[in-house]
């Protein structure tokens, strides 16, 4: 399943500024989940001291085993699982009763 996972540090850190162990255990989670060959995007936030990962997981184990607890410590974090615009477009037409709706489905990653 495909999750994107969002974060923002807590009071800590803002734009001009951020303890040097904050920046410590940020730093250590951004190693982690991108050396965890499960990251297919990630970037940063432009408002805030924070981040988000798209990760490809099987479990919701498997995603703590990724990012590491030490980010649930330090930073407000948001998981959502992402349903793609094909995955969608399926799901409606069998809901609907079959293939009577032209529906556009797309690809998926």
Sequence with gaps: MYVL???????????SY?????QH?????LQRAL???????SGSLADTVGG????DVD???ELVDSMGSDLL?????????IAFSGTVAKDLQH??????????IGNDL
């Design 25 to 29: 255990v940020l730093g250590a989670v």
């Design 73 to 81: 410590d330090n930073c407000q974090v948001e998981v959502n699982q």
């Design 35 to 41: 050396g965890s060959g499960k990251v297919l995007a």
């Design 59 to 61: 479990s919701a184990e």
């Design 5 to 15: 996972v969002t974060f923002k540090a807590f009071g800590k850190c803002d734009a």
């Design 18 to 22: 951020c303890e040097p162990a904050s």
């Design 95 to 104: 809901w609907c009763g079959g293939p009577r709706y032209n529906w556009v």
């Design 52 to 55: 988000f990962f798209l990760i």
